[in-house]
Nanobody
């Protein structure tokens, strides 16, 4: 059983900061890329940031210069530091990991349950 559990969401004023964490646990043999996505009401889920096992990163244009993704491979954890938050960043943020469970030969994408981020103006 594999679980991704996010934490760190909440309510913040515009211009403020939040740090999201996502820990992967369970029967995991290896983790490839990890990332953060978000979904605002009435909109499709979109990529926010992505990080490889070698810590190469990729950001949505809306996140560049304000958000930083990082990971701790020893702890199977990925982080998203969000600064200079704007009301348009309000969404449910989801963690994603491409991983290989023990006993499987297939890499699959796993998702966390989501954490709400609300930015007030």
């Amino acid at each position: 059983q594999v679980q991704l559990v996010e934490s760190g969401g909440g309510l913040v004023q515009a211009g403020g900061s939040l740090r999201l964490s996502c820990a992967a646990s369970g029967s995991i043999l290896s983790i490839n890329a990890m990332g953060w996505y978000r979904q605002a009401p009435g909109k499709q889920r979109e990529l926010v940031a992505h990080i490889t096992t070698g810590s190469r990163t990729n950001y949505a244009d809306s996140a560049k210069g304000r958000f930083t993704i990082s990971r701790d491979n020893a702890q199977n954890t990925v982080y998203l530091q969000m600064n200079s938050l704007k009301p348009e960043d309000t969404a449910v943020y989801y963690c994603n990991a491409n991983l290989l469970p023990f006993g499987s030969t297939r890499w699959d994408d796993y998702w966390g349950q989501g954490t709400q981020v609300t930015v007030s103006s």
